[in-house]
Structure formats: C-alpha cells, structure tokens
C-alpha cells in the first residue's frame, strides 16, 4: 500500500460512507480543496456547504446541523479550528452536538506555510473540553476505520489528519477502537508512544536501536482522548522508561496527557519530543530534523535518555 495522506484517505472514506448514509453533510470555509471534501461536493451538492471564511459561522452551522439530526464534518486547517475555541467550547462540546470535527494539516510537516497555517496547540485545545475525542491516525488504514467510527459516534468528535503522505503502519487486521493504542513493535528496554505523523519515523528509529541493541517497543496511540491507560500503564511498567513523539507543542498534547497518566498512577522516567517554540516555514523533512522528530533525532534523544 503506497503512502497516502490522512486528509486524502478521510476525503476517500467520507464519499464511500455518504453513499449509503444521507446523514453525512460537509461544511467548509474556503478549504474543501485542501481538506479534500471537494469531491463530496461535487457528488453531492446538496449536502456541501462552504460559508466562506468564516470560522465562527461554521462551527455554528456545523452544531445546528448536528442538532437536528445530521452528521456534519465540520472541516477546516487544525490551526483555524483551535482558534475558535469558545464557539466550539459552548456550541459544540457544551450542548454535545454531535459535530466530527476535522483538523487537517495538523503540525510542523506541512512545510513552507509556515507558522500561521500550522495547527500545533489544537490537541492541547480541544483535549481540554469535556466530550470530544481527540484522534489522530496513523495511516490510510487507521484514517478510513476512524471516519466510520465518528459517523456513529453519539456527540462531537475530533479527528486531526496530515498534510503530508504517512507510510502504512497498521498490522494485517487491524480495527480502531476509540481508547485503544496498539503495540507496533516489542520491545523491553524502552516505549515510545508515537501518534499521527510521528509514527513511522518512531518504527524507523526503533530498528536503528535494535542495531546497538536497544529494544524499543513502539506503540501507536491514535486516540489520544481517551487515552488506552491499560496498554499504556503495562508498557511502561515492561520497560521502565517511556518517550512520546508528536508533531504538536510540547505542552498539552500526547505528552501532557501520557505525564499526567504517569504521575498519577506509575511515576516512570518520561522524555517528551515534540516542536518547541513556534512553528517556522521550511521542507518538512528539515523542520523534523530540527525539532528531534525525524528517526536520527529520535533515536538520538533515546539514547541520551536512557544514559541519563
């Protein structure tokens, strides 16, 4: 399977779904070309609803739809979304208006846009209302299976999804479970708990390590709320030492969520990697190497660590 966006594998399962499910509508501002909702338009034009540059307005509209019987993906970039917290906070999370939020072009690989169009406080956002998920795939497989399970998911949703292709991770057989991780590679020495784009990079580092015989256990946590506390709990407990890797601010992601787990249920030693600072535009390949997220970087922060 060749590596594929999670905005274009979300744009592929939201056109098979509709065909059976009329609930399904789409609501955009301005961005159906690059949140890939633009063939549902032209397939089903009255189900497609652009409001412009409008966010507000399309939060709004997105609730009242939800609100009166419909399944509206309410799509825009991560970072437009986030900053219209409140309007989601009390229209969205607070009447628990069944709204699939998507974020696309979440975090610093989408490149020379730069930091303006980089969504990388959302997850921090929206992890902190009450009854929204917080999911973010892996890979095309991972990214199709989770749109099926926001259509029948009673309440708001939050889906966040790449602008850059992910190689295919998921195992033969695999089904998302909302509140589940998923063990991509035993290991005994140390876990990394990697999400979203991070994820094959985190696989690469793994068997890089595995040369210096260091046993990685990599782990797959698209649902980032809820968390899968179990797996989690058990994998740290195995190794002794665990590292997140996301493509999101340090503060308020995966890591904040995995340190909060940790400190209160099993203290173990805890590196987060993540982008410090803002954003900046330049080649994604170059912007992971800077921030530590690329397989070199992760790697190298391992061994640091477990030197520590």
Same mark, same amino acid.
Do not use: W
């Given at each position: 399977?060749?590596?594929?966006?999670?905005?274009?594998?979300?744009?592929? !399962?939201?056109?098979?779904?509709?065909?059976?499910?009329?609930?399904?509508? $789409?609501?955009?501002?301005?961005?159906?070309?690059?949140?890939?909702?633009?063939? =549902?338009?032209?397939?089903?034009?009255?189900?497609?609803?652009?409001?412009?540059?409008?966010?507000?307005?399309?939060?709004?509209?997105?609730?009242?739809? #939800?609100?009166?019987?419909?399944?509206? +993906?309410?799509?825009?970039?991560?970072? =437009?979304?986030?900053?219209?917290?409140? $309007?989601?906070?009390?229209? @969205?999370? %607070?009447?628990?208006?069944?709204?699939?939020?998507?974020?696309? *072009?979440?975090?610093?690989?989408?490149?020379?846009?730069?930091?303006?169009?980089? /969504?990388?406080?959302?997850?921090?956002?929206?992890?902190?209302?009450?009854?929204?998920?917080?999911?973010?795939?892996?890979?095309?497989?991972?990214?199709?299976?989770?749109?099926? &399970?926001?259509?029948?998911?009673?309440?708001?949703?939050?889906?966040?999804?790449?602008?850059?292709?992910?190689?295919?991770?998921?195992?033969?057989? &695999?089904?998302?479970?909302?509140?589940?991780?998923?063990?991509?590679?035993?290991?005994?020495?140390?876990?990394?708990? #990697?999400?979203?784009? $991070?994820?094959?990079?985190?696989?690469?580092?793994?068997?890089?390590?595995?040369?210096?015989? @260091?046993?990685?256990?990599?782990?797959?946590? !698209?649902?980032?709320?809820?968390?899968?506390?179990?797996?989690?709990?058990?994998?740290?407990?195995?190794?002794? *030492?665990?590292?997140?890797?996301?493509?999101?601010?340090?503060?308020? /992601?995966?890591?904040?969520?995995?340190?909060?787990?940790? /400190?209160?249920?099993?203290? $173990?030693?805890?590196?987060?990697?993540?982008?410090?600072? +803002? /954003?900046?535009?330049?080649?994604?390949?170059?912007? %992971?190497?800077? *921030?530590?997220?690329?397989?070199?970087? @992760?790697?190298?922060?391992?061994?640091?660590?477990?030197?520590?």
């Amino acid at each position: 399977m060749p590596a594929k966006a999670s905005r274009a594998a979300f744009g592929e !399962a939201l056109l098979e779904l509709a065909a059976t499910d009329p609930r399904i509508v $789409t609501v955009d501002a301005d961005l159906s070309k690059s949140t890939m909702t633009a063939a =549902f338009a032209k397939a089903y034009p009255d189900r497609a609803f652009n409001v412009g540059i409008a966010e507000s307005n399309l939060l709004g509209i997105g609730a009242g739809l #939800a609100l009166t019987g419909r399944v509206p +993906f309410v799509c825009s970039f991560a970072c =437009f979304l986030a900053g219209r917290f409140e $309007t989601i906070r009390l229209s @969205i999370a %607070y009447t628990r208006a069944g709204v699939k939020l998507v974020g696309t *072009h979440a975090g610093i690989a989408i490149g020379e846009d730069g930091y303006s169009q980089m /969504g990388l406080e959302d997850i921090a956002c929206i992890r902190a209302l009450p009854n929204i998920p917080v999911v973010q795939p892996a890979d095309e497989v991972e990214t199709k299976q989770a749109v099926a &399970y926001a259509v029948e998911h009673d309440g708001p949703f939050y889906l966040r999804l790449t602008r850059q292709a992910l190689e295919p991770v998921s195992p033969p057989g &695999y089904r998302f479970q909302l509140g589940k991780a998923v063990v991509l590679r035993p290991g005994a020495d140390v876990a990394i708990l #990697a999400t979203g784009g $991070t994820v094959a990079n985190s696989l690469e580092a793994a068997r890089r390590l595995a040369t210096d015989g @260091i046993g990685v256990e990599v782990v797959n946590v !698209a649902s980032i709320k809820p968390l899968d506390e179990e797996l989690i709990l058990r994998s740290a407990g195995k190794t002794g *030492h665990v590292v997140t890797v996301e493509d999101h601010s340090l503060a308020g /992601g995966l890591g904040g969520a995995v340190a909060e787990l940790l /400190g209160e249920a099993l203290p $173990t030693p805890l590196k987060r990697l993540g982008v410090q600072g +803002f /954003g900046e535009s330049g080649p994604a390949q170059a912007l %992971y190497a800077k *921030h530590g997220l690329d397989p070199a970087g @992760i790697a190298s922060s391992i061994v640091k660590f477990l030197a520590r």
